[in-house]
C-alpha cells in the first residue's frame, strides 16, 4: 500500500507519527512538504533539515511529481495545504482520502452565518458529505464545526498531534522530579495574548503571599515577553523566575521532566496545543483551560489532570492552590497522565489504529478504534465544558 500525506511542512509535532509509518511502510511513504516553514517558526526552533528525512519530497521544488504522487497513492491524507487546487481533484476521484483539520470556527461559531465563508466550506468541505472521504479532528471541537456545516456525516474521527515518546522506568520516573524544596511549575509557549503568559505572574504573586515555595520555568518568548518580565521584576519575584526564551523542543522536554505542574493557559484559540501532550509524556500535572483542542481528548479532570472553564483565570488559581496544599494526594495525575501518552496518544498508537483503518475504507468498510485516535469523534459543543 503506498500512503502519502500532504500537509505545508514538516516539523518536529509532526516526525514521530511520519516516522512510525516510514516504518512500517518504507519507501511507499511519502511526506509532501507544500510550502518552506516561515522564519517565525525557525526562530522558535521547528525548522529541520529536510534533506536528513528520506521520505520528503517539496511541492515547490518538484510539483509535477508530487501531483503524480498524490494521484496514484493507494491513500492520501491531507493536512492544512494552502492549495485546494491540488486537494480538490485526488478528493473527486473517488480514491480513498482522509483529511485532519482542526477548527474551522475558532473565534466562534456565529461565523457560520457567513455566505461568503459557507460557500467556501462548501467547495473544501461540504460538496463531499457523500463521498467515502473520511476527516480526522485534530481537537475535541473540530468535530461541531464540521456537524454544524453538514460536512462527513458519521465520518468525523478523533485525531491528534503525536510528539516524541519518551518511556521511563518505574524507578527513572519516581527519581525524575525533585522530591523536596520548591514546586517547579512549567509554562511553555510564545509570549503571545491568546496564550496568557499574564496569568502566570498572576498566579506567582498569590503563590507568594501564601507563603508557598515555588519555581517557574518560562520557555518561549514573544511580543508580551518585555512586559511580563518587567512585571516580574516590578513584584519582587525575580528569584521565583526562570526565562529560557525560545528554546528547541529537546530542551523544552528536559526542563519538563524536571517539573512537578505544566500550566497550559492559552484560550479557544488554540487548535490543538501539542505542549500538552509533551507535558504529559513528562509526568507533569496538567493545569489546562478546557477550551484548548486536545484537552477533552488527553485529559479527564481530577484523573490524569486538571481542566479549568472558559478560561476563567480564578478557576486555574483555585486549582494551582488546592496542588500546592494537596500535593502528596495529588500527585498520582502526573504518572497517570504519562501512562496516557504510553499507551495512547503516541505517534506508534495512531500508526498502527490508522493503518488498520484504512485497510478496512479501501474494503469500502468504516471500523473505527473503541477509544483514542480513530475512535468516533464526541460532538462537544464550545463552551459545554
Same mark, same amino acid.
Given at each position: ?26 519507501? &511507499? ?43 496514484? $497513492? ?8 494552502? =492549495? ?8 473527486? $476521484? ?41 476527516? +480526522? ?6 468535530? $461541531? ?19 516524541? +515518546? ?67 521584576? =516590578? ?18 522536554? &528536559? ?33 489546562? &483551560? ?23 483565570? &480564578? ?5 494551582? +492552590? ?52 480513530? $475512535? ?10
Amino acid at each position: 500500500m503506498t500512503f502519502t500525506f500532504v500537509s505545508n511542512y514538516i516539523n518536529h509535532h509532526q516526525i514521530p507519527f511520519c516516522e512510525a509509518l516510514y516504518q512500517r511502510l518504507g519507501k &511507499d511513504f511519502t511526506f509532501i512538504q507544500t510550502m518552506p516553514m516561515e522564519q517565525e517558526r525557525r526562530e522558535m526552533g521547528w525548522s529541520v533539515d529536510i534533506n536528513d528525512i528520506p521520505y520528503v519530497m517539496c511541492l515547490y521544488e518538484d510539483e509535477y511529481e508530487c501531483l503524480k504522487k498524490i494521484m496514484e $497513492s493507494d491513500v492520501v491524507l491531507f493536512g492544512w495545504t494552502g =492549495r485546494e487546487d491540488i486537494v480538490a481533484p485526488r478528493l473527486m $476521484s473517488g480514491k480513498t482520502t482522509l483529511r485532519v483539520s482542526e477548527r474551522l470556527y475558532r473565534e466562534g461559531q456565529w461565523k457560520v452565518v457567513s455566505p461568503r465563508g459557507l460557500l467556501a466550506k462548501y467547495r473544501e468541505h461540504i460538496r463531499y458529505r457523500r463521498q467515502n472521504i473520511c476527516m +480526522l479532528c485534530a481537537g475535541a471541537y473540530t468535530a $461541531s464545526d464540521f456537524r454544524l456545516i453538514g460536512a462527513y456525516p458519521n465520518k468525523l474521527f478523533c485525531w491528534g498531534y503525536f510528539t516524541e +515518546l519518551r518511556t521511563y522506568s518505574e524507578e527513572a520516573f519516581a527519581a525524575m522530579k525533585p522530591a523536596q524544596g520548591p514546586l517547579q511549575i512549567v509554562w511553555a509557549g510564545r509570549f503571545i495574548p491568546l496564550k496568557h503568559p499574564e496569568y502566570v505572574v498572576r498566579l506567582a504573586k498569590t503563590l507568594q503571599k501564601k507563603g508557598y515555595a515555588f519555581r517557574i520555568h518560562m520557555l518561549g518568548s514573544g511580543e508580551m515577553e518585555p512586559e511580563i518580565r518587567q512585571e516580574v521584576e =516590578r513584584e519582587g519575584l525575580r528569584d521565583s523566575f526562570v526565562f529560557y526564551g525560545y528554546t528547541p523542543p529537546e530542551k523544552v522536554r &528536559d526542563v519538563m521532566e524536571k517539573c512537578h505542574i505544566h500550566l497550559f493557559t492559552s484560550n479557544q484559540l488554540e487548535g490543538w496545543g501539542a505542549v500538552v501532550n509533551e507535558g504529559m509524556n513528562s509526568g507533569c500535572v496538567e493545569v489546562v &483551560d478546557a477550551r484548548v483542542g486536545a484537552a477533552p481528548f488527553l485529559i479527564r479532570h481530577g484523573e490524569n489532570g486538571l481542566l479549568y472553564e472558559k478560561g476563567s483565570y &480564578d478557576r486555574m488559581e483555585a486549582l494551582v +492552590l488546592d496542588l500546592f496544599e494537596h500535593w502528596e494526594e495529588r500527585r498520582g495525575m502526573g504518572y497517570a497522565a504519562y501512562e496516557t501518552i504510553r499507551d495512547m496518544w503516541n505517534a506508534e498508537h495512531a500508526a498502527a489504529a490508522l493503518l488498520r483503518f484504512v485497510e478496512k475504507l479501501r474494503q469500502g468498510k468504516i471500523e473505527p478504534e473503541q477509544e483514542g485516535p480513530l $475512535s468516533i469523534a464526541p460532538v462537544i459543543r464550545p463552551g459545554a465544558l
